[in-house]
């Protein structure tokens, strides 16, 4: 199977909010490392995780399936999920699938932060 | 702490390379509905993501390998797209859109259900590009959600693959998949990958992987029985005797003129 394209990176701001950093590609052969980064990112007080797409380059259908998978998981631990950095396209893209009306879409960090 | 470094200006004006790929609306609305098809239930209608059903959301994976072959993936998709509805089971129609498997276009589903029944509905092609494409759910369609369909290379060989990630979309629908329901759903997407594999020359067991991605149900969506598509569609197909009677005598007028 094709390598992820993808990198993500964790920042752990407090006991109850991280952040991970999403750069390059989020497709299906993305899944391992997503999760991945949403186990280092979770604790057992973690109540928020935002994930930053202000690095996605590329983002296909499956990409969208792995977000929905990832939410339900997140919303099963008693956590929200939180996002900023999406492009005018890929907010369009959340509005097609529905995904704007399950997950908070901030325009910045900043923002997301004010609320997290 | 780090923060990121592009600015949004700069993301804006760079136009990623799936955007062509994506649909750039999910609205459902059927200019020209194929001679013999039954259109109904898709005209005006919402499409549904996997968050917006009611019943347990399952992901299932349906892979078949094309052993012995030299066909790239590409070419699977295209050979899928352009046939897909001769790799169909018999008793169901899928009326591809005349534009073909492109984004935001719109197809007619005339399905065969238990006891006899048909079911009239439709799906809006959301993602599609050289090596996979999505179909997505209006509201009344028995899933809330949508069905990927992608080739790729794994150790040397070319897997066809169709994966669902859905909710039963109303209770109806949940009581009868769990019925049977979803073993049939099984059977439906086994057998078409058998039907394209065989398109290849290729006889192969189609692997099933199926996992419950969440087993609550979402009773603040059991509303959606109003749209549910089974039984409009029946409804409809009870009272066609009565429109016919009804259109006869509103003609009639119009031949005495």
């Known amino acids: 199977m094709p390598q992820a394209n993808v990198v993500m990176n964790v920042r752990k701001l407090n006991n109850t909010v ?9 497709s299906a052969f993305a899944e391992d490392t997503l999760m991945e980064a949403y186990s280092e990112a979770s604790s057992p007080t973690t109540r928020t995780i935002i994930l930053n797409f202000t690095g996605l380059e590329y983002m296909n259908s499956s990409g969208i399936g792995l977000l929905v998978t990832l939410l339900i998981r997140i919303n099963r631990q008693k956590q ?9 396209h890929y907010k369009h893209i959340f509005e097609l699938t529905r995904l704007n009306e399950a997950i908070g879409i901030y325009d910045t960090e900043a923002d997301v932060l004010a609320v997290a | 702490m780090s923060t990121s470094s592009n ?8 136009i990623p390379r799936d955007a062509a790929y994506w649909a750039k609306q999910t609205s459902f609305k059927v200019s020209n509905a194929p001679s013999g098809s039954l ?3 898709v005209d005006g209608r919402k499409a549904l993501s996997p968050l917006q ?3 347990q959301m399952w992901q299932k994976t349906y892979r078949v390998r094309l052993e012995d072959t030299n066909i790239q993936p590409s070419e699977v998709i295209k050979t899928w797209k352009e046939n897909f509805p001769k790799f169909w089971p018999k008793g169901n129609r899928f009326y591809a859109p005349l534009t073909g498997i492109a984004p935001g276009e719109v197809a007619l589903l005339n399905l065969s259900m238990p006891v006899g029944m048909k079911l009239s509905t439709g799906v809006v092609v959301l993602y599609a590009d050289d090596e996979s494409f999505t179909l997505m759910t209006p509201q009344g369609h028995m899933f809330a959600g949508w069905i990927t369909f992608s080739s790729f290379e794994n150790d040397g060989c070319t897997i066809a693959q169709s994966q669902v990630l859905i909710r039963a979309n109303d209770p109806a629908y949940e009581v009868g998949f769990r019925l049977g329901g979803y073993a049939k759903e099984d059977r439906f997407w086994q057998d078409t990958l058998k039907s394209l594999a065989e398109y290849f020359g290729v006889k192969a067991q ?9 087993p609550k149900l979402q009773w603040s969506q059991a509303k959606n029985i109003w749209h549910n598509s089974a039984i409009r569609t029946t ?3 009870m009272s066609t005797p009565v429109r016919w009677v009804g259109q006869s005598f509103r ?3 119009e031949t005495n003129n």
Do not use: H, W
Not at chain 2, 7 to 14: A, I, L, N, T
Not at chain 2, 206 to 214: A, N, Y
């Open chain 1, 18 to 26: 991280s952040i991970i950093d999403i750069e390059g590609e989020v």
């Open chain 1, 80 to 88: 929200r999920m939180l996002a900023f950095g999406l492009s005018e």
């Open chain 2, 7 to 14: 600015s949004p200006d700069e993301k804006q004006k760079v």
């Open chain 2, 39 to 41: 259109n109904l239930n």
């Open chain 2, 53 to 55: 059903g009611f019943g």
């Open chain 2, 206 to 214: 189609v692997q099933t992987q199926k996992v419950c991605v969440d």
């Open chain 2, 235 to 237: 409804l409809y197909t």
């Open chain 2, 251 to 253: 003609r009639k007028p």
